[in-house]
């Protein structure tokens, strides 16, 4: 079974409990013996976003029987992409459940984590956004981005749009909600844009300085649907080795 290693916990001086994450399985922990050994070979495997093959044993609780390390992602250990990594980590987190198999979900995880390793650092917060609405849209949460969420009109390229602020969608200005924010139809025409554009195009899709206000709108909806502040985002997007958005960029950051 291919996973992600997810979290670590030792237990007693020859065990640890693992968090993976898998198509199949959802996030799910099972027990790793004498893997604290200095001599275990799957201590070095059992490391944060290693990709995995494993087998499992054990009737009851899962016990790791192999593991192979798939890939090691390296590239992880830059300080700009190790955050967005964590960002998007801690949304996976919450959307992917426990014992539950989710495989839109698991090859999304799998996809942002290896553009997270190899987009130019610039271009980080593209891929954040974009992996946020579609993290937002696999779990049901993202209405269609081209129409108003209420009467269906199109949302044109020349008329500015109105996004909610206590749920994901744009609404026309008729029927704009109490405390919604106005977006210039150039700026809200990106959001599905980061939609319907393919993973593997992500890296080069071009933006504008617009885009600093794609991403504020993005990092309320992802409050307003998992209801928490992310830790990593506002530093992920602020990063030294992110060039993107450029400092004073109109709200870039959320805070
Ligand atoms: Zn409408």
Request: proline share 6%; aromatic share 6%.
């Amino acid at each position: 079974m291919l996973v992600l290693v997810w979290k670590r916990a030792d237990i007693r001086e020859t065990s640890r409990l693992v968090t993976f994450l898998s198509a199949e399985r959802g996030r799910f922990v099972a027990l790793a013996k004498g893997a604290h050994r200095r001599t275990s070979s799957t201590l070095g495997k059992l490391d944060f976003l290693n990709r995995c093959e494993i087998g499992l044993s054990g009737r009851g609780f899962p016990l790791l029987s192999r593991v192979r390390l798939v890939h090691e992602p390296r590239a992880l250990r830059s300080r700009a992409r190790f955050l967005a990594a964590m960002h998007l980590a801690e949304l996976f987190d919450r959307a992917i459940l426990p014992d539950q198999g989710d495989r839109p979900l698991f090859d999304l995880a799998l996809g942002a984590f290896a553009l997270a390793e190899r987009v130019e650092p610039r271009r980080l917060p593209v891929v954040v956004a974009a992996v946020e609405l579609r993290i937002l849209a696999a779990l049901g949460s993202l209405p269609d981005l081209s129409q108003c969420t209420v009467c269906g009109a199109p949302l044109g390229t020349d008329e500015p749009a109105f996004a909610g602020a206590h749920e994901p969608g744009l609404a026309c200005e008729l029927h704009r909600e109490s405390g919604s924010i106005r977006v210039a139809a150039a700026i809200h025409a990106w959001l599905p844009r980061l939609v319907a554009t393919k993973g593997r195009e992500l890296p080069s899709l071009a933006t504008d300085e617009g885009f600093g206000a794609v991403l504020s709108i993005c990092g309320r909806w992802v409050e307003a649907v998992f209801e928490l502040r992310p830790r990593y985002r506002a530093l992920a997007l602020s990063s030294q080795d992110a060039a993107f958005p450029r400092r004073g960029a109109s709200g870039a950051m959320p805070r």
